[in-house]
C-alpha cells in the first residue's frame, strides 16, 4: 500500500514509517520538524518538510494514497494550558485540512492518534469507549474537536476514519525535550544519574503506559481492518501503575533502590488512568505483548541514550 503519514517524524510517526517500509510499504511523510528529527527515518522513505495546514501540499503528497496516518500535532497537556490557540490551529485544524485534501484528492482512509487524555476525570476505570468524555486541557479538548470532525466530515465525504485513543506511550527512541519531558525516560536518565525522582503530589496518580511496539502494531492493524469506520478505539497496555509503582519498577529494572522525592503539586493531572482494551481487541484483534518492566528492560538495552549509562 502506499501511505501518507503526517508528523511521521515524531516519536511514534517514524516508528510506525520504520516498520511500514520494513512490511514493503511505500511511504510519504508530513512534518513540519518543530518537534520531529528526519534523522529517525529509513532513506527509502519520501520526506516533506511541511505544514499539515498546507492544503495544496497535501494534495500534492496524497496523489495515489490509499491510507493517511494523521499524527501530526502539538503534544504536551501543560504546554497546551499556555498556548490553546495554536493547539486548536495544529491539532484541530490540522486535522480539517487532512480531511479537505483527502476529499479532493479521493483518499479512502485515516487512521487518527487520538489520545487517553479526552476521558479525563471519570469516576470508573478501566476507560472505554462509550463513556462521556471529560477532556481538561486545550489539548485533550484538541483531540476530541479533531474526533468529532472526522467523524461528522469523514460521513459526508465518504472517507473512512478511525480514531486510536492512544494512551501513554513510551519506549526506545522517545524524546526527551528539556520542557516538558515525559516521565519514563526523565525518570530513567535521573535514576542513571543518582538523582533523586520528582513525583508531583503522593504518587499514587495512575497512568496506562504503552510501549511502542504495541501502539505500533494497532496503527498498523487500524489501516486495512473491516469494520473500523466512525469508530474510536483505546490502545494501551490495559495495566494502571501509580507513579509509585513505576519508580519501583525502575529501581527494580536498575538493581538499586530509587528514592522518590514527594513535592506537593497544585496539579499532578487526572487522577487515574486505565484503558479498557476490549473494543481493540475485537476490532483490531489487538493484545499488547510488552509489559512494563520488559519495556524499561528494552530502553535499557538498546536506547543509546541509557544504554551507555545502564552498563
Ligand atoms: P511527537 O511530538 O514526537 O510527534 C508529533 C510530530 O508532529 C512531530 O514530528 C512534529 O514535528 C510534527 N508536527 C507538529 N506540528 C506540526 C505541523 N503544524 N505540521 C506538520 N507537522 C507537525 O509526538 P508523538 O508522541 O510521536 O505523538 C504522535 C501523535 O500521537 C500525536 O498526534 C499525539 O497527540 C498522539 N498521541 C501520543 C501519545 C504519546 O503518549 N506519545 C499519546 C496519545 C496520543
Not at 483527502?102 to 487518527?112: E, L
Not at 485513543?165 to 528539556?178: E, M, T
Request: with cysteine.
Amino acid at each position: 500500500m502506499r501511505f501518507l503519514v503526517t508528523g511521521g517524524a515524531g516519536f511514534i510517526g517514524a516508528a510506525l514509517v520504520n516498520r511500514l517500509l520494513a512490511e514493503g510499504h511505500e511511504v510519504r511523510v508530513l512534518d513540519d520538524l518543530s518537534a520531529g528529527d528526519p534523522s529517525r527515518l529509513h532513506a527509502d522513505v519520501s520526506f516533506a518538510r511541511g505544514d499539515v495546514n498546507d492544503i495544496p501540499k497535501l494534495w500534492t503528497l496524497l496523489q495515489g494514497v490509499e491510507c493517511v496516518y494523521h499524527l501530526a500535532a502539538r503534544v504536551s497537556v501543560p504546554e497546551s494550558m499556555l498556548y490553546p490557540r495554536e493547539y486548536n490551529a495544529v491539532n484541530v485544524g490540522g486535522t480539517v485540512a487532512v480531511l479537505e485534501a483527502m476529499r479532493d484528492a479521493g483518499v479512502r482512509r485515516v487512521v487518527f492518534t487520538s489520545s487517553g487524555a479526552v476521558y479525563g476525570e471519570q469516576r470508573q476505570q478501566p476507560l472505554h469507549e462509550d463513556m462521556l468524555p471529560d477532556p481538561r486541557s486545550p489539548y485533550a479538548v484538541s483531540k476530541l474537536a479533531a474526533e468529532g470532525y472526522l467523524r461528522v466530515m469523514g460521513a459526508r465525504w465518504d472517507i473512512e476514519t478511525v480514531s486510536l485513543r492512544i494512551f501513554n506511550a513510551y519506549g526506545v527512541g522517545q524524546p526527551l525535550p528539556s520542557a516538558y519531558p515525559p516521565v519514563i525516560p526523565s525518570f530513567l536518565r535521573h535514576a542513571l544519574r543518582g538523582g533523586s525522582l520528582i513525583v508531583n503530589g503522593d504518587g499514587t496518580q495512575t497512568r496506562d503506559y504503552v510501549y511502542i511496539d504495541d501502539v505500533v502494531a494497532a496503527l498498523v492493524a487500524a489501516a486495512t481492518a473491516p469494520n473500523v469506520d466512525q469508530k474510536v478505539i483505546n490502545v494501551g497496555s490495559g495495566a494502571e501503575t501509580s507513579v509509585n509503582a513505576l519508580v519501583e519498577a525502575i529501581s527494580a529494572v536498575l538493581g538499586k533502590p530509587i528514592a522518590p522525592l514527594y513535592v506537593p503539586s497544585g496539579d499532578a493531572g487526572v487522577s487515574r488512568m486505565c484503558a479498557d482494551l476490549r473494543r481493540a481487541a475485537a476490532l483490531l484483534g489487538y493484545a499488547p505483548k510488552v509489559g512494563l518492566t520488559e519495556g524499561l528492560a528494552l530502553m535499557l538495552e538498546r536506547d543509546p541514550r541509557f544504554a551507555f549509562a545502564a552498563r
